[in-house]
């Protein structure tokens, strides 16, 4: 699916439903962007990453809707980050090339009032829509620098980063029955970065 393309994302639920009859949940959780400092982000770097992070979740929770409402609800886990809540600390990233752009912030910020906007206004169609915010969790794709590594375990209360299957529970519980009288939450998980 091509998140950018509304076309492709209706072709993505058409052929999920044609597979599965239903659809009960829907995860928001890719992203795409372009990454430069502020100073010297294009208007179109500036775009491509606010519409990377909130306008794929924006696209998708439009085009699921009509499949909950068909089938009496839904439920709707977006992801967003800490760095929706917080900015990342310049002084920690250095030349490790894992710096965080002004635009994925941005757009992240806006995916947890999405979230909220989304639970007071499908609420009503028994649509349930929460977020997920991940803390440090990184891609060992990218194999960041040790000595940036080091840094990110300092910054958390528990001091080390998450690996990928602690994000799973949240994800979870925020899909499942277990928390059918919660909307509109946000559940942070980063060990405990944005707390102090």
Known sequence: CDLSETASIKAMF???EKLWGRIDVLV????????????????????KGLDGTVGTTFRCI?????????????VIVNFSSMYGMVSP??????????????????????????????AAHLGDRNIRVNCVTPGPFPSSEKKPPEEFLLELHRKTMLGRVGVPREIVGAVLYLASDASSFTTGANLVVDGGWTAW
Do not use: H
């Open 14 to 16: 058409q052929e999920t």
């Open 28 to 47: 928001n959780c890719a992203a795409y962007g372009q990454s430069a400092p502020i100073e010297i982000m294009s208007d179109e770097a500036w775009q």
């Open 62 to 74: 439009r085009e699921v809707i009509p499949y909950f409402v068909r089938q009496g609800g839904g």
């Open 89 to 118: 600390d310049p002084r920690i990233y250095g030349t490790s090339g894992q710096n965080n752009p002004a635009n994925y912030g941005a757009g992240k910020a806006a995916v947890i009032q999405l979230t909220r906007y989304c």
